[in-house]
């Protein structure tokens, strides 16, 4: 039989695995008795562990949460991951970089010799795009209010700043369920003046391109509404339980994604298109991360992509610097001849209605 304090770190081990534990199957799994069970489960309690006896024809034990955090067990692999997840925190936003710091120390101190060596060892800096936009920090405290009204079901009163009018343009976008660009003009802080107040059924917190939304049901609007959170103030108490709606599409993997192209709830690019290009496929799919490469011959490629806009679309395969044949639709043929003769125009140093048709912009995104 095992040590005592072998089998209690065991013993813990497993309750912290699933809810309920009947007491015969630890018994089994630990190979002890089930008497032997019982006064390990009392000497746990006894170190500030919750543990809790359930009756039935597979009467057990529960671990649960407790008023405070007694000392947590991990094995080794759980001890890296939670190591790596602290350092990646510092990339969040979610204003939670000083205590991860912290408990990545707290974490370091307490392990054995053998790991501090492998974790010392992994040192990882989270690195964003380069971006023109301002970094976001969001409250942490925001953050939890805003779960916990997602969670509890409940309606969320709060104030939102209006977007800066200084702020420039960025891929932000507090979007309704009607179609239109992700490209509007955000806030860079949350610094603008607050609207009227709002009042939202809250549904999910999301973060996208390194800032944090939160997808609700606007009541005085009576639709979808992607809300930035660091522009959220909330307003206290909150409202009372709604039933949950289903969002557009069923998944917010694809609503998130479809109000950030555009393209009005599919989950696609608004604008799709087909071309033939002048490069082999390994060449072309290495820069590719959204679209389809086909090969089709020694130096030869079909690509299928989209974007926000017809002449975004132009100017995303013309990066590829090869000859190209497009295959349709009609209006990216459209977009490559309005380009050209803007570029040609700009070639010959010619500038104004001659030089080409005025630019083809995309539409904002209706909303707040």
């Known amino acids: 039989m095992p040590k005592t304090s072998a089998r209690l770190l065991a013993l813990l081990s497993l309750l912290q695995t699933r809810r309920d534990w009947p007491g015969a199957l630890l018994a089994e799994r630990l190979d002890i008795s089930p008497r032997t069970v019982r006064r390990d489960v009392d000497r746990l309690r006894e170190l500030g562990y919750p543990i809790v006896a359930f009756k039935g024809p597979d009467g057990g034990y529960r671990l649960e949460a407790g008023t405070e955090l007694p000392p947590l067990l991990f094995d080794d692999e ?7 997840a602290l350092q990646m925190a510092t990339g969040t936003g979610a204003g939670i970089e000083e205590a991860a710091a912290r408990a990545l120390h707290t974490v370091r101190q307490v392990m054995p010799a053998r790991l501090r060596h492998r974790i010392d060892t ?6 964003d795009r380069p971006t023109s936009r301002p970094d976001v920090q969001v409250d942490s405290g925001v953050l939890m209010t805003l779960s916990a009204a ?9 104030d939102y700043a209006r977007a800066s009018p200084d702020a420039g343009p960025s891929q932000d976008t507090d979007a309704s369920s009607g179609g239109g660009s992700a490209f509007g003009r955000g806030s860079a802080s949350g610094g603008g003046e607050p609207g009227p107040p709002r009042r939202a059924q809250p549904h999910h917190l999301v973060t996208w391109g390194g800032r944090w939304y939160l997808i609700a049901w606007d009541l005085d609007r009576a639709d ?3 809300f930035r959170a660091d522009r959220i103030t909330p307003r206290t108490p909150s409202g009372p339980r709604f039933t949950p709606r289903e969002l557009p599409g069923g998944d917010v993997t694809a609503y998130v994604t479809s109000k950030f192209r555009g393209s009005g709830g599919t989950g696609d690019w608004p604008c799709q298109g087909e071309v033939i290009l002048g490069l082999p496929a390994a060449e072309v799919s290495r820069y590719v991360r959204d679209g389809l490469v086909e090969e089709l011959g020694p130096g030869r490629c079909r690509l299928v992509m989209g974007s926000w806009s017809w002449p975004a679309l132009v100017a995303a395969i013309g ?12 209006e990216l043929r459209d977009a490559f001849a309005r380009l050209a003769r803007r570029y040609a125009g700009a070639a010959a140093g010619r500038s104004g209605p001659d030089a080409g048709p005025p630019p083809v912009r995309a539409a904002r995104c209706n909303g707040d």
């Open 78 to 84: 759980q001890a890296v991951a939670l190591t790596i």
């Open 122 to 127: 992994f040192q990882v800096t989270a690195v």
């Open 150 to 158: 997602v969670h509890a079901r409940e309606v969320l009163r709060f």
């Open 224 to 226: 979808w509404r992607t």
């Open 319 to 330: 990066r590829f610097d090869a000859d190209t044949e497009v295959v349709g639709p009609p």
